[in-house]
């Protein structure tokens, strides 16, 4: 979700009223999803990098998600959408670990969409911490390093219950991962949209999904 500051520089506001912008597009883009065939979205939200923003700027991320989640989780029940949190939930406030608790709770009987927000979240600190799981299973003596592979190190990955993303959208014209699910995007496909994330619509959304579809995949292989 790209671009909230220059929306918000672009109009001579605070970064803040980006954001703010921001998460408010975000109910448009899930509710998108079934009509589209998207089971399963996820959406970066804070990155284990955006601490080094100011704190004004960190502390009023926190409490936009604070708000979000007290503001949208009826909602987010009532249509069908199952909400999970990817990301290092130790250094998130208490507080906001409740709130993110309670809220995959209250949606986990849900189906419909399958919406996962990454706060606090790293590619690489997400590799760390997986592997600190798996060592300590091996020094327990309950795993053989022997019968170590890439499926039992994605078994302890934060996203250990999901599919690995087939399509990977970046708005606001930057064309880099940034740390955004490197272990899962082996195979995506990327799309780079230089649509700001507070002005991206159901329509934009749409579009980026189309050009997906019209896409061959071959996971390594040749098809005929
Ligand atoms: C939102 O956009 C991403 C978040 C960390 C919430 P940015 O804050 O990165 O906006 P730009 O890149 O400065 O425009
Ligand atoms: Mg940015």
């Given at each position: 979700?790209d671009g909230?500051g ?6 001579g506001?605070?970064r803040?009223?980006?954001h ?14 079934p009509?589209l ?10 990155s ?5 923003r ?5 502390a009023g991320?926190?409490?936009?998600f604070?708000r979000?989640?007290?503001?949208e989780?009826?909602?987010l ?7 999970r ?5 130790d250094?998130?406030d208490?507080?906001?670990v409740?709130?993110m608790?309670?809220l995959?709770?209250i949606?986990s009987g849900?189906d ?5 927000v990454?706060?606090n979240?790293?590619g690489r ?5 997986a592997?600190?799981?798996l ?5 327990a003596?309950r795993?053989?390093?022997e019968d170590v ?5 994605a ?5 250990c ?7 990977v959208i ?6 880099r ?5 490197l272990?899962?995007?082996?195979y995506a496909?990327?799309e780079?949209?230089?649509v700001?994330?507070p002005?991206?619509t159901a329509?934009?959304?749409?579009e980026i999904?189309?050009n997906?579809?019209a896409r061959?995949r071959r996971y390594g292989a040749v098809l005929?």
């Amino acid at each position: 979700m790209d671009g909230n500051g220059r929306w918000a520089q672009m109009r001579g506001r605070p970064r803040l009223f980006g954001h703010q912008a921001g998460a408010r597009r975000v109910r448009e883009i899930v509710e998108a999803c079934p009509d589209l065939g998207i089971r399963y979205l996820t959406i970066f939200a804070f990155s284990t990098e955006n601490w080094r923003r100011t704190q004004v700027e960190v502390a009023g991320l926190m409490t936009l998600f604070r708000r979000y989640i007290q503001k949208e989780a009826t909602a987010l029940l009532d249509k069908g959408v199952r909400v999970r949190f990817i990301g290092d939930r130790d250094r998130l406030d208490p507080k906001l670990v409740g709130m993110m608790h309670a809220l995959e709770e209250i949606t986990s009987g849900n189906d419909l969409v399958n919406l996962t927000v990454a706060i606090n979240y790293g590619g690489r600190d997400e590799v760390a911490r997986a592997t600190k799981r798996l060592a300590r299973e091996v020094a327990a003596g309950r795993l053989d390093p022997e019968d170590v592979d890439a499926e039992t190190l994605a078994h302890f990955l934060d996203t250990c219950l999901l599919p690995d993303p087939d399509l990977v959208i970046r708005t606001s014209g930057e064309a880099r991962i940034s740390n955004f699910l490197l272990w899962q995007s082996a195979y995506a496909e990327y799309e780079f949209t230089p649509v700001l994330w507070p002005d991206f619509t159901a329509a934009h959304f749409a579009e980026i999904v189309g050009n997906y579809s019209a896409r061959e995949r071959r996971y390594g292989a040749v098809l005929s």
